[in-house]
Every structure is written in C-alpha cells, then in structure tokens.
C-alpha cells in the first residue's frame, strides 16, 4: 500500500493485484518509529491519532534499566516518543482510506512472471494476462517476485518465537506512554502502550527459543503465561486480562542478504526485499519507508523508457540496502545473544549488559542516530 501510494504520488498509474479477497493484516501487534509515520503522513495518510507515543527502556528481571532509548527533543516533541504503539488493523484503514478503490483488485493470483525490454507480463491463476512498465514486487519473505528475479534461497531460522497479544481493559501496573523489554537469562517479555481507534490499552509479547519445526501450543494464551512467570507486574496481569482471540503466536524466520534488489523493470519492497525478525521492531516500518522512497525516484520518470527505469530503481535500492541489512542482521544477533547464548557464558552477558554502556550503545544510542537519518531524508 505505501508503494501503491508513493508511486501514485509521483504521478503514474497504479495497480495492486491482491491474492486475497480483501485487504487483511497480517497480524494484530505493531510498534512503528517516527520515519515512517513521517512517510505516512508525506504520502498522505491520516496518522491524527494513530498509535500511543512512547519512551522506550530495556531492563533486566530485577527491574534495572539497561537501555534508555534517547531521542532528540525535537523528534520527541513531534512524535512524542520513540516506538509508536498501535494495532494493525487500523494501520490498513487509515491506509485503504487513502487509496483509490479502483486502483485494488482483489482475487488476483499471479503464477509466472516474465519481462522484456518492453514490459513486464503477470500471467494468472485464471489463464489472463496483463502488461505493465514497471513490477513491484511487494509480495512477503515468500515472494514470487523475488525468486523469479534472483533464484530461491532457504530460510534463515531464527529457532525463536514469539507469542503477542494485546487488551484494552486496565491492568495495574502500567504507566502511560511507556515501552518496556524485559529480559530473564533466556525469554523475552515486552509490553507497550498503544492506541486503537481512539481508545488506550497495552500490548505485549514473549519471546523464547523453540524448535521451529514444533507444532504451536493448544492454549496460546496459556504458553504465553507460563514463559512470563517470574517477570514482574504488569506483564502477567496483561496476558491474564487478554482475550485467548486476540493472541497470536509466529516463528522468527529471515532470508540471506539480496545483493541487489532490482533487475530490468522489478524491483522489490518490504519483506520481499529484507524479511526481519521483531527484535528490530522496524518490518512494517522499513516496508513503509520503502514505498516512499521508491516513489521519491519515480518522480518525473518516464516508465517506458528503460534506461531511466534501471537508473531510478538503482538510486532507490542502493541508499536503502545498508540501512535495511543493519537492522536485520542486528535483530539476527540480538536473537542470538538474549535466547541463544551458552548457559555457561550467560552469568558473563548479564554482567557486561548490567554493569557495562555496551548495550546502551548498540542499541539506546545508535538507534535514535539512525532515525534520525532516515527522519532527515523524507520530505514533510
């Protein structure tokens, strides 16, 4: 939806084939940064209201702070904290609302796709065909479009999962505008403010290692409550006043480092491009960021002409890659060293992370930096 929009704005005709019959999100749980809620707002999506501002902090089980995210004055005062916390559901609303209907087709199955100098054909499920001058592949870390452009590639098992839920029922405990990552020696236990179509509440989720192969528990909510035993309040209390519906769990997965992105008349946005695991908390947010900035550098580019399409998706992709591979190979690494680590050597990490800046600077310190980069480079 955001490449949908961004190369609207730049003044060229869209389409988006959608597999499914409706538009639907891929989950319920999302926290998004500013730069793409800047994004949003440049492509001319509502984001009055949209989400909780929060400040963000790790800490240990004892409760003692580790990571305070620092973000400039400025960047507090204009999105009033770091992670914004928020559901999807009302992300896609605010998003379809700002997309043309007859710019969606729905049922749409693409099987095969094939380009020449001239156009790129998408051959269908129902046996039709249709030319376009441009593909964007915005289809997921199973993308078609991707294994069509640069072969396949497995999987990159993350052996971790995630359980994540949210209520909007008040639990003791909590404070407002408040984002807090808790660690034990081997699970992960978060909760964060968020706001949903005008009402506040909280969601949370657990994070442990798991056999990815394991069929998922019976009683979601349950695993979720037996992994937070230990953690403080209001952790528990959260999971204990979540509805079993509004919990979902997923295994942690990510694909090998494209490269490049683009090839002829396609390119690749989203997870397509650079799937990531939640520890970068930055998926949907570098999905958003792309579609922007790829509509950026289709501005007054002449789609038939295929030197100037080569030349603009490059000067899209290439800007893009060393930002998007040093957020996923970090979630990569922070999976590793929190759920992963010997548990010999785990005393050892407890004590540097405890006791030492280094985890303020990976991740307290060179995160604002880098929104701050990314919030420098999108026009308001």
Do not use: C
Not at 24 to 48: E, F, Q, Y
Not at 346 to 371: C, M, S, W, Y
């Amino acid at each position: 939806m955001a490449a949908a929009l961004g190369i609207a704005q730049a003044g060229h005709d869209v389409v988006v084939y959608e597999r499914y019959r409706e538009a639907r999100p891929a989950g319920n749980i999302l926290n998004l940064w500013p730069p793409p809620l800047k994004a949003l707002r440049s492509l001319g999506v509502d984001t009055t209201d949209l989400g909780a501002p929060t400040d963000t902090e790790f800490r240990n089980l004892h409760g003692k702070v580790r990571v305070h995210v620092k973000l400039d004055a400025e960047v507090k005062r204009d999105y009033g904290g770091g992670f914004i916390g928020l559901l999807r559901p009302e992300l896609y609303e605010r998003m379809l609302a700002a997309i043309p209907q007859d710019m969606l087709r729905f049922n749409q199955r693409v099987d095969r796709i094939r380009q020449d100098d001239r156009a790129v054909t998408l051959h269908f499920a129902d046996g039709h065909t249709a030319e376009h001058d441009l593909l964007v592949g915005a289809d997921g870390i199973d993308s078609l479009v991707r294994r069509t452009l640069w072969g396949d590639a497995p999987k990159r098992e993350h052996r971790l999962h995630v359980f994540g839920g949210f209520t909007l029922t008040d639990v003791p405990g909590t404070r407002p505008n408040m984002s807090v990552l808790t660690h034990s020696a081997t699970v992960q236990g978060s909760w964060t403010s968020i706001r949903h179509r005008g009402r506040g509440g909280h969601q949370w989720w657990m994070l442990a290692a798991t056999d990815p192969d394991a069929p998922a528990p019976a009683d979601l909510r349950a695993a979720a409550a037996l992994l937070a035993t230990g953690f403080p309040a209001p952790l528990p209390g959260l999971i204990e006043a979540t509805d079993p519906a509004h919990v979902q769990r997923w295994v942690l997965r990510d694909r090998p480092r494209l490269k490049q992105w683009s090839k002829g008349r396609a390119t690749l946005v989203g997870d397509a491009a650079h799937p990531t695991s939640p520890y970068a908390a930055y998926g949907a947010g570098m999905s958003i960021e792309d579609g922007y900035f790829l509509g950026k550098v289709l501005r007054g580019v002449d789609l038939t002409d295929l030197t100037a399409v080569r030349a603009a998706l490059q000067a899209y992709e290439s800007p893009r890659k060393p930002h998007t591979a040093r957020q996923v190979q970090q979630a990569w690494m922070l999976g590793k060293v929190f759920h992963h680590t010997p548990a010999l050597l785990r005393p050892l990490r407890d004590l540097v992370f405890d006791h030492t800046p280094f985890l303020q600077r990976v991740a307290g310190d060179t995160n604002p930096k880098e929104i701050n980069k990314q919030l420098a480079l999108i026009e308001d």
